[in-house]
């Protein structure tokens, strides 16, 4: 096993929260060092944490283990200070990020010397495969839906993962397919808020009935009618219309920090299951700016092809593949 470490300095006292993100049990009370083991994707995770409580001051010390290919002894290799700060999906894409690094350097070097790898920098777009859905992940539609209208080449952005309960299901916005119409298509319930709205992206979300919008922002509004995907990014309905325009008369928000669908797609749980273990949708997770990026090109595939690629591998060779004739 290869074994990376992660040493992670918490830098504010809501520190223990973060580390739920890690495990709901990764303090074992009673113990000076807790020691929790689980898997997140591809990666079994160790945490050590070495105070019975986590203040500011404890660091945490994360290790990632992945399964090499040969059975030599496992090489150890040092990564920069993570502050949690920066969020938990960007410390799991950049863990990812790196475990594809390693990978990919010891194939081509045939390196069995330990050698130490350097943390790259993750940048402002990015994606990397998953093995289950989540709140806030997004479906990619494979070649098999080449030939199905509604979801040819789409990515939908799952809003809730859902559970089993048939009134819970996963639900989502298709973020890739625009519309040439402007806010005056959605009906808003006033002039001044269409002409606020009145530049914002309109988008097909879905062949079920609503209207929903996406909002981005660095801080987490605890307003009624903004429900979070994730950090920096949150959805509303029609309801909640009036509220996002008073937020971007008082300066909260800006119009560009809205979009809007027309539409959205739900599956029952173990439908949306089925699908994916039948590979009509690879599941993934990427960065807000590839989400929430510019969706005005002509062509709806562009985020399709970039989500793709970002996830390397026979992921980005579909991307190239021309549509399957049906």
Not at 206 to 225: D, H, M, N, Q, V
Request: charged share 25%; aromatic share 10%.
């Amino acid at each position: 096993m290869d074994r990376w470490a992660f040493p992670v300095k918490n830098t504010n006292t809501a520190a223990s929260g973060a580390v739920a993100l890690l495990s709901k049990a990764n303090l074992i009370h009673g113990r000076p060092h807790s020691l929790k083991t689980w898997k997140i994707g591809v990666f079994g995770i160790r945490a050590s944490i070495p105070c019975f409580s986590l203040p500011a001051a404890c660091s945490l010390t994360i290790k990632a283990m992945a399964k090499k290919n040969d059975d030599h002894d496992s090489s150890s290799s040092e990564f920069p200070q993570l502050d949690m700060n920066t969020g938990w999906r960007e410390f799991r894409a950049r863990l990812y990020r790196n475990y594809e690094q390693v990978e990919k350097t010891e194939s081509d070097a045939h390196d069995q010397s330990g050698t130490s790898y350097g943390s790259k920098p993750l940048g402002k777009k990015w994606a990397h495969p998953l093995s289950v859905p989540e709140n806030g992940c997004v479906l990619v539609a494979t070649e098999k839906l080449d030939g199905v209208r509604t979801f040819e080449r789409t990515v939908v952005l799952l809003l809730r993962s859902g559970t089993r309960h048939p009134l819970y299901g996963p639900f989502g916005l298709i973020i890739n397919r625009p519309l040439h119409n402007n806010m005056n298509q959605m009906k808003p319930s006033s002039r001044e808020l269409a002409t606020i709205f009145a530049d914002c992206s309109l988008l097909f979300g879905g062949p079920l009935e609503a209207s929903l919008f996406l909002s981005r922002g660095e801080k987490t509004p605890k307003i009624p009618g903004f429900e979070e995907v994730f950090p920096g990014l949150f959805f509303g309905a029609r309801e909640s219309w009036d509220i996002a325009g008073d937020l971007v008369k008082i300066g909260e928000l800006k119009s560009e920090d809205f979009k809007f669908f027309v539409g959205y797609a739900g599956w029952e749980m173990e439908q949306l299951l089925e699908e994916i273990e039948s590979e009509y949708w690879y599941v993934a997770a990427c960065s807000r700016d590839l989400i929430f990026g510019d969706t005005s090109d002509a062509s709806s595939e562009r985020l399709w092809v970039e989500i793709l690629q970002e996830m390397g591998g026979h992921y980005s060779d579909l991307s190239r593949r021309p549509r399957k004739d049906m």
